[in-house]
């Protein structure tokens, strides 16, 4: 029988928290998911979020808003909290991060003419660049990261009831992922897969400096006779998997591909294995943690 939409996961209390830059649209997005009749509260003091779930689930999700103007907040103090609650079988943690282009920010707080709470006294600007630098180490965190820069408020809800207004067996997320196990393997990834017997492009100087989503890089990658029958497995298994999930209640699922330098292979198998459950009707993000972290400040190292 069909659950409820907005039915408590079995495997906890559904929890959401929203963050993201001051101006992104957190305050449009707590009140859409309001809408869709979860609970919510912003700017809840971090320390009180713990003391908030202790006792048994309600019957629907929570949306808790959580940025730069909650009380205690720090990125060390919510990624400990992300940290906590991941391992509490009694939540179902997500974090949706909601980010916005520098400039779209600037002129958003110029039409407004809002003081920046990072900057009262400043121009915005400064406020926004001390503000990216705080929550980096969360954004990397994120299990669905939506960017705002070209959305109206309108675009926004309708892009959140994409993904949390549906019926259970439509709405879960699906976080497909790619990153270095140089760098480790990252917290809350429910099924993880090593890429790095494939065939190394690193080792092609004139593919070495492009990543797996460049269609060469994805060929060369492609070339490797294990990785056809490696490809049709993992679709096979991921695909028999995703509707026992959702049995289950659960509301998000992040599926992560790893290769020594979280660039080339990881990357192109996360590409491909995101494109073809969206084209089977999923609703599936993309994260590459390690393209991310290098889009600032480029580096080298085996693939």
């Known amino acids: 029988m069909p659950q409820d939409p907005n039915s408590v996961p079995s495997d906890g209390q559904r929890v959401v928290l929203v963050t993201g830059p001051s101006g992104a649209g957190r305050s449009t997005a707590i009140a859409a998911l309001e809408d869709m009749d ?19 689930p309600l019957g629907r999700p929570i949306a808790l808003g959580l940025d730069v103007r909650n009380r205690d907040f720090s990125a060390t103090g919510l990624i400990e909290l992300i940290d906590r609650l991941t391992i509490d079988p009694q939540v179902s943690l997500e974090l949706l991060f909601l980010d916005c282009r520098t400039d779209v920010l600037v002129r958003r707080y110029s039409e407004t003419r809002r003081r920046h709470p990072l900057a009262p006294a400043e121009a915005p600007l ?19 990261l939506i ?8 675009d926004l809800k309708a892009e959140l009831a994409r993904w949390f207004g549906r ?7 699906v976080s497909v992922q790619s990153f270095s196990y140089k760098r480790g393997v990252p917290r809350g990834v429910d099924m993880i897969f090593d890429c790095r017997f494939l065939k190394n492009p690193y080792w092609s100087p004139d593919l070495r400096p492009l990543d797996g989503r460049d269609p060469r890089v994805a ?79 480029p580096s080298g190292g085996a693939d």
């Not at 400064?126 to 669905?144: H, K, N, T, W, Y």
């Open 38 to 56: 979860c609970e919510t509260i912003d700017n809840l003091p971090l320390s009180l979020i713990p003391r908030l779930l202790d006792g048994p």
């Open 126 to 144: 400064s406020g926004i660049l001390r503000e990216a630098d705080l929550l980096a180490p969360i954004r990397v965190r994120a299990d669905l």
């Open 147 to 154: 960017d705002t820069s070209d959305m109206s408020p309108h």
């Open 167 to 173: 019926a259970p067996s439509q709405r879960m997320a």
């Open 219 to 297: 060929a060369h990658i492609a070339s490797d006779a294990r990785f056809a029958p490696f490809f049709e497995k993992l679709t096979d298994l991921v695909q028999m998997l995703l509707p026992a999930h959702i049995e289950e209640g659960k509301a998000h699922l992040a599926i992560g591909f790893g290769c020594t330098g979280g660039q080339h292979r990881s990357v192109a198998v996360a590409e491909k294995l995101g494109d073809t459950l969206a084209l089977a009707g999923w609703q599936v993000s993309k994260r590459h943690r390690e393209l991310e972290r290098r889009a600032a400040a």
